[in-house]
């Protein structure tokens, strides 16, 4: 018999990070909640994320990508590309928590870039490039 999933909020997965040993700055959790926001919309015209994956977004999605924070050490100023970048991730969390980061956010379908390049200038993400 499978078990169901927990289903992870942004206080879920602050806590289940806090817990061990990273910390995001405050600014950082609002935009990354904006940013879910923001994908959820556009989720709806534009396939970035199965519709079924749109409820576990924080802790399939978000809470690996946020991880990546923790068990890699990050050198500040690196230029990172996010190859396949569909819905963003992990480029587009790991530039909200590392804005001294560059990030390059690459995928082969125009649409997506577009819906892509929708989410940095709403959230005004100056360090993320868009490439198709």
Do not use: Y
Not at 48 to 69: A, D, F, K, N
Not at 111 to 117: I, P
Request: some cysteine; proline content about 5%; glycine content about 6%.
């Amino acid at each position: 018999m499978e078990t169901e999933e927990p289903l992870l909020n942004v206080s879920d997965v602050r806590a289940i990070l806090e817990a061990r040993g990273l910390s995001v700055a405050e600014g950082s959790w609002k935009k990354l909640e904006n940013w879910v926001e923001i994908l959820e919309v556009l989720n709806r015209r534009v396939n970035l994320v199965s519709r079924q994956e749109i409820p576990r977004i924080w802790s399939r999605h978000l809470l690996p990508c946020l991880s990546l924070l923790k068990l890699r050490d990050i050198p500040n100023g690196i230029e990172f590309c996010d190859f396949g970048s569909g819905g963003g991730f992990p480029g587009i969390p790991l530039a909200i928590c590392r804005p001294d980061l560059r990030m390059v956010l690459l995928d082969a379908r125009r649409r997506k870039c577009d819906a892509l390049e929708e989410m940095t200038e709403a959230l005004g993400l100056e360090n993320v490039e868009v490439v198709w």
